[in-house]
């Protein structure tokens, strides 16, 4: 039937643009994806040293005392930064971070009567907090590709200033951790307090085990130094304890924060690239169906003509 | 033990490792001094400012420039520089510190009132410095960019 072969036709027509559009988009997302992922890999061991400072540092918590490190009694509210994306087609990157903080919410909620006030990163997770009724206390714009530490400076000061206050007793991180370009799977990760203890904690790639290198205080007795104020748990600090941790721990944790948003970029475009390859694809798939039943409609209308002439030609004779 | 008379250091900035290799020593610029870290040195923390950064491997000295950032000193003879950057000798671009130092300068006298920005533009100008001296100190020769000669020091 003709008008059955024009309408196959269109849709076609539709598909391959519709094709042309995820190709395009799965190009930008492929070469965004391998910026990003150069910039996570290479931050990566930083991260990691840092991150192994910080625990190391914990452990000797009542050694040097710092609001940073000090664990607090009574946890009443908690301060999440959630890091998603701007732009949606991305499969399921943005709905299973999400997901994971409104898990996390509720999941303190039941235990302890807690409130859970939010930072965020990224248009689709304010869109989605605000939507469930989350109380959002700020929104930092989020650029494609992070590159440059100074970026997520004012997000950690912020963070770092209402936790000193006593705004919040403890701080998380919700971010899509990025394992390999198929795989990425959301976590959350405490950063405040610093606690060496939590199962949770331990480095992005969190499986290998970090030693603890303990140093006894005897054996710093038969060192020359042994009486400088400043050595505790077996660090010795120079210029002093205070001064350095004071420098030393919003740094830390700045850069933690950061790693965590160059995971989020690479898991994001590896995201996009990904559903983009299979909507191409499946794009594919379709026009290959569609056109069979094209090729077969049109071969049965032109069977039905011939046979149609072939009849009028022998009521003729 | 040859092996344990040497310090396995290392440098890491956010974008790369810049300098991983067993020593004999380490001289770093910290805010109390220059110190200099010899195998067993006991566990340190330290504040590293903008400067120098001398190797020691065997006859050879490594110079380097860091532009702040923490040092560790581990227990087992392990030193580690968590720097904000640092380069080689033979990557300082000069061109561009000397462009930092200017307008580092430019801000701090322009901006004189207002604390944080001339804290950040002092802070800029000591890494411009440190990358400009390091540099100097090292490179008899200076390959001006882009005019293709090679022209002596000041």
Redesign the interface.
């Known amino acids: 039937m003709p008008g059955e072969i024009r309408e196959i036709k269109k849709r076609i027509k539709s598909i391959k643009s519709t094709r042309k559009i995820t190709r395009a988009m799965e190009m930008v997302a492929a070469a965004k994806m391998r910026k990003a992922i150069n910039n996570v890999l290479s931050t990566r061991p930083y991260a990691m040293m840092a991150w192994d400072i910080l625990r190391r540092l914990s452990k000797f918590y009542h050694h040097h005392p710092h609001p940073l490190l000090e664990e607090r009694e009574e946890i009443k509210r908690v301060g999440l930064i959630l890091i998603t994306s701007n732009r949606g087609l991305s499969g399921s990157f943005n709905s299973n971070v999400i997901n994971l903080a409104a898990d996390y919410i509720a999941f303190h909620k039941e235990k302890i009567e807690i409130e859970a006030d939010l930072v965020l990163m990224g248009r689709k997770g304010a869109e989605a907090m605000v939507k469930l009724g989350h109380t959002v206390v700020a929104e930092f714009d989020k650029v494609d590709v992070t590159t440059r530490i100074h970026e997520v400076r004012p997000l950690a000061r912020l963070i770092i200033d209402e936790y000193l206050k006593g705004t919040y007793d403890k701080i998380s991180i919700i971010y899509t951790d990025f394992i390999s370009t198929i795989l990425q799977r959301p976590r959350v990760k405490q950063l405040l307090p610093i606690s060496g203890e939590d199962p949770y904690l331990g480095h992005i790639k969190g499986e290998e085990e970090i030693k603890m290198e303990v140093y006894e205080e005897k054996d710093l007795n038969n060192n020359n130094n042994n009486n400088n104020k400043d050595i505790y748990g077996g660090y010795l600090f120079e210029p002093s304890a205070q001064e350095v941790l004071d420098d030393l721990l919003p740094r830390l944790i700045e850069i933690q924060i950061y790693q965590a948003v160059l995971e989020s970029d690479a898991s994001e475009h590896s995201a996009r690239m990904v559903a983009m390859k299979n909507a191409t694809d499946a794009a594919g798939e379709m026009i290959y169906d569609l056109t069979l039943s094209y090729n077969q409609a049109r071969q049965s209308a032109i069977t039905q003509e011939i046979a149609e002439i072939a009849a009028a030609k022998t009521a003729l004779e | 033990m040859p092996e344990e008379e040497k310090i396995k250091f290392s440098i890491?900035?956010?974008?790369?490792?810049v300098f991983e290799d067993v020593v004999d020593s380490v001289s770093l610029p910290?805010?109390?001094g220059e110190?200099t870290i010899l195998p067993h040195h006991?566990?340190?923390?330290?504040?590293i400012i903008p400067g120098e950064v001398k190797i020691r491997k065997g006859e050879e000295e490594i110079p380097l420039v860091v532009a702040g950032g923490?040092v560790?000193v581990?227990?087992?003879s392990e030193v580690?520089v968590?720097a904000d950057a640092a380069e080689r000798v033979e990557e300082i671009d000069i061109e561009r510190a000397e462009q930092a130092r200017r307008r580092a300068e430019q801000l701090m006298r322009e901006k004189a009132y207002d604390k944080v920005t001339f804290t950040e533009a002092s802070a800029a100008l000591q890494r411009a410095l440190a990358r400009l001296k390091v540099a100097s100190k090292y490179r008899r020769h200076t390959y001006i960019k882009g005019s293709g000669v090679v022209k002596d020091e000041e």
Request: hydrophobic content about 35%.
């Open positions: 890491i900035t956010p974008e790369r490792k910290t805010k109390n110190i006991i566990p340190l923390i330290s504040t923490f560790e581990k227990g087992s580690i968590l």
